[in-house]
């Protein structure tokens, strides 16, 4: 007997350790699409965020989500689509009926349409450029022809602007009156008769105001435009310095084509700060649906960069065989001090790496940074030199070995400090992206220096 599977109240659809689907809901989920009961999936489906579907997509195998997309495919949205993970949304879209697709992108502003496919191969992009209407297919295409990773990328066209004589009654009549406004805006920019924005006005203000109250009386201070082809990362960046929510957007002649919202600046950031977590890890910018063979291509070059610096670690431990063979206890030992001191040059890399993307690091303040963090290795290695200085001295007897691993460390740990700051410093002036090669060079450092350290000094003390 089939067991039969009740409407949940909206909240009990999420699992006890946070905002995620329950295991309970997918199960049920799934068991609708075998079923081929397409009005009980639709009643699962019906309290759901679009992330919470896009999630479900992400998680279900390849078989599965084939048969949820050819059961649910005509209720699949656009919202929908753009929460997709980029590692599936084009498998997504080849799955949905033209018509489908068609519906499911009709109601998406610009900007969100060239974010959903601006990554697919060209027979995808094609699909869903003919499925939007000739005026909005064109305002697309001509998106898709500024620069990769610029503000004309992310902006959207549908804009809410006003005459710079126009009064508050004037605003707001206008704004009931037109149908083709966007769904989400925050302030109306105010125009000289040749398009040039001069300024905006918040949509609080323009309510709470009289209305024979002048716009031009009512605008915001702090007022920015971007040009076209500016880096969206400056923009998100000037996004969060300065508190912006709504900023226009101009073309060579400063006129106005657009404006960039707050949640696609912060979608910039949120990006930028995920791709330099996975760059630190030398994984690319991989997702949990790459496919074995995807997978492999993206790690497989920096496990290769670190094969040939731990040839190059063990080239160093190679120069001290004798020494390491008349004193076994050195080989006990060495691991240590490499280890501590490759953590104490990730935590520094880390907070460089942040600092730069960020901006908080800058020439003004580098040397500063640069001197806290040798002293922060210098304390800390003072730390555990006392530390290790007794271990060596308990576990081998002898206080030599002791002083010699806590020298060492104390070595080790300076350099860490200096290289985890001094590395990205130093690949971000050259042009090179601090975090995607920082963590080969720090590593290599801090195991070289180590055993080196160590094993020097142990040559010239203990032998």
Do not use: C
Not at 82 to 109: C, K, N, T
Not at 244 to 273: C, W
Not at 337 to 347: D, H, I, K, R, Y
């Amino acid at each position: 007997m089939v067991e039969d599977h009740t409407l949940e109240d909206p909240i009990e659809m999420q699992d006890e350790d946070g905002y995620v689907l329950s295991q309970k809901v997918i199960s049920a989920i799934l068991d609708a699409v075998e079923r081929q009961d397409r009005q009980l999936l639709i009643d699962l489906m019906d309290p759901l965020h679009p992330a919470d579907i896009a999630d479900l997509l992400e998680q279900v195998s390849a078989a599965d989500r084939r048969d949820f997309i050819e059961l649910y495919g005509r209720e699949l949205d656009g919202e929908i689509l753009s929460e997709v993970d980029d590692g599936i949304r084009e498998e997504v879209i080849a799955l949905m009926r033209p018509e489908y697709l068609a519906e499911a992108v009709r109601d998406l502003e610009s900007d969100d349409v060239v974010d959903l496919i601006e990554d697919l191969e060209e027979d995808a992009q094609e699909a869903i450029l003919a499925s939007l209407e000739d005026a909005d297919r064109v305002v697309v295409e001509q998106s898709l022809s500024y620069p990769e990773f610029s503000a004309g990328r992310l902006m959207q066209r549908e804009v809410v602007m006003g005459p710079e004589h126009w009064t508050v009654g004037q605003a707001i009549d206008f704004m009931r009156e037109t149908e083709s406004l966007p769904d989400d805006f925050y302030h109306m920019v105010i125009t000289d008769p040749l398009l040039h924005p001069i300024g905006h006005v918040t949509l609080g203000k323009i309510l709470g105001a009289p209305r024979d109250q002048k716009l031009l009386d009512l605008l915001e201070p702090g007022f920015r435009t971007f040009h076209v082809e500016e880096s969206e990362s400056d923009v998100a960046y000037a996004f969060n310095q300065y508190h912006m929510i709504s900023a226009p957007v101009v073309d060579q002649d400063d006129r106005l084509i657009g404006v960039i919202t707050i949640d696609d600046a912060m979608n910039v950031l949120d990006e930028e700060h995920e791709e330099d977590i996975l760059r630190l890890a030398g994984v690319g910018e991989g997702t949990l649906s790459d496919r074995v063979f995807e997978t492999v291509k993206q790690r497989l070059p920096w496990l290769g960069v670190n094969l040939l610096t731990a040839i190059l670690a063990s080239l160093v431990i190679a120069q001290f065989e004798a020494t390491i063979t008349a004193l076994v206890a050195l080989a006990v030992l060495m691991p240590i001090v490499a280890s501590m001191g490759g953590n104490a040059g990730t935590q520094a890399l880390t907070v460089a790496v942040r600092a730069i993307a960020t901006r908080d690091l800058t020439g003004a303040n580098v040397w500063r940074v640069i001197r806290r963090e040798i002293l922060v290795g210098l304390t800390n290695g003072l730390i555990f030199a006392v530390i290790m200085g007794v271990v060596g001295l308990i576990w081998f007897g002898s206080p030599a070995l002791g002083l010699v691993i806590a020298v060492a460390m104390v070595v080790n740990l300076v350099v860490a400090g200096l290289a985890g700051i001094g590395v990205p410093v130093i690949l971000e002036r050259v042009g090179v992206d601090p975090a995607l090669a920082s963590g080969a060079f720090v590593t290599t450092v801090t195991d070289i220096v180590g055993f080196f350290a160590f094993l020097g000094l142990a040559a010239v003390f203990l032998l």
